[in-house]
């Protein structure tokens, strides 16, 4: 039988302001990818959205961005090498911290933004990325872009690695994902989205913003808690996986 995890991008409210559905997507997804308060999120979200994951008996990951709240983590920040290792023990362990403190197990980890994005086809910062994980949480599994090269270097670093595809997102012929600056990059028709999920998984593919055919491996399928159809897309992409006899279920759960 197939199975695939489904993960969203969750905890992303930060003081006065709230982003996203959070108690509803924490029901329909299988991972949450919990910000860790540098491009989004603060002390009492991360305690409060590790909760709920508790409650809804989601899998709970890390989910590091750059330093970078006004720009919500999706715009490059210069830091040097050794600077982004430093930041993501220091997001990895925060959330740890939160998660010991409900006696729930950190299960992932997952780049956000510019810093996804750029891990994706940078082998000195994926390396450096790989490095922070195996010194902070070496049994955690690492989402990855499927084929990109954060994916091989994860597997090459001896961790367990998710190949990510997004629902949401829209494809370069190279398997990269179009930039949020062009119009069209992100999806919301709930229909059409599934359509295309159950094609992912079942079919090992998706075609391009050119048509062209692009090969991937759906070991985890994200849908973006920020998005404004977010709990529409999700509820619609596990019906429809379900109805074609997929199981899903968090990365890794027996």
């Known amino acids: 039988m197939l199975r695939v995890d489904m993960n969203a991008d969750l905890g992303e409210s930060f003081g006065a302001y709230t982003i996203g559905a959070d108690e509803t997507l924490m029901r329909l997804v299988t991972s949450a990818n919990i910000a860790c308060g540098f491009h989004a999120g603060d002390p009492s979200v991360m305690e409060r959205t590790v909760a709920l994951a508790a409650e809804a008996g989601t899998a709970v990951g890390a989910h590091p961005g750059y330093p970078d709240l006004q720009g919500f983590g999706r715009r490059h920040v210069g830091m ?119 094609g992912m998984v079942r079919d090992g593919a998706v075609e391009s913003v050119n048509g062209n055919r692009v090969p991937l491996r759906a070991d985890s399928i994200c849908v973006h808690g920020d998005n404004a159809a977010a709990v529409e897309l999700a509820r619609r992409v596990r019906e429809a996986l379900e109805a074609e006899g997929v199981a899903v279920k968090a990365f890794g759960a027996e």
Do not use: W
Request: hydrophobic share 45%.
């Open 80 to 198: 040097t090498l050794g600077e982004i290792r430093a930041m993501l023990i220091y997001q990895i362990g925060a959330l740890r911290g939160f998660c010991a403190a409900r006696s729930v197990p950190l299960r992932h980890v997952k780049l956000h933004g510019a810093l996804y994005n750029e891990a994706a086809v940078d082998r000195d910062l994926a390396r450096t990325v790989c490095q922070a994980v195996r010194d902070v949480a070496p049994e955690v599994s690492v989402f990855c872009l499927s084929g990109s090269v954060m994916l091989s270097e994860a597997e090459r670093a001896g961790l367990r690695a998710a190949s990510e595809v997004f629902a949401d997102r829209a494809y370069n012929d190279d398997g990269t994902l179009v930039s949020r600056k062009t119009p069209g990059s992100v999806l919301h028709d709930a229909e059409a989205v599934a359509r295309r999920v159950v």
